[in-house]
């Protein structure tokens, strides 16, 4: 995983790095010095964002109203 498809998993989500770090329990420098200093970023990063991601679009696809439906029987 490049810094890029990184950040990119990120913004599917709708995190900021710290949101990451937090819930990964990474100091919040961390993503930084991957980038910074050409750490490779580990294997379970992508795997881990992967899974988030399915959970999102799962969220999305079953969970939440549409949109249109947001207002409906409340009147």
């Known amino acids: ?34 980038k910074r200093e050409g750490i490779e970023i580990p294997s379970w990063v992508p795997k881990h964002l992967g899974l988030l991601i399915d959970l999102h679009r799962l969220h999305a696809t079953y969970l939440q109203r549409p949109k249109h439906d947001a207002g409906a029987g409340t009147e």
């Open 1 to 34: 995983m490049t810094f890029d498809e990184f950040d990119a998993a990120l913004d599917v989500l709708g995190w900021k790095i710290a949101d990451f770090c937090r819930a990964t329990d990474l100091h919040r420098n961390t993503p930084q010095r991957w």
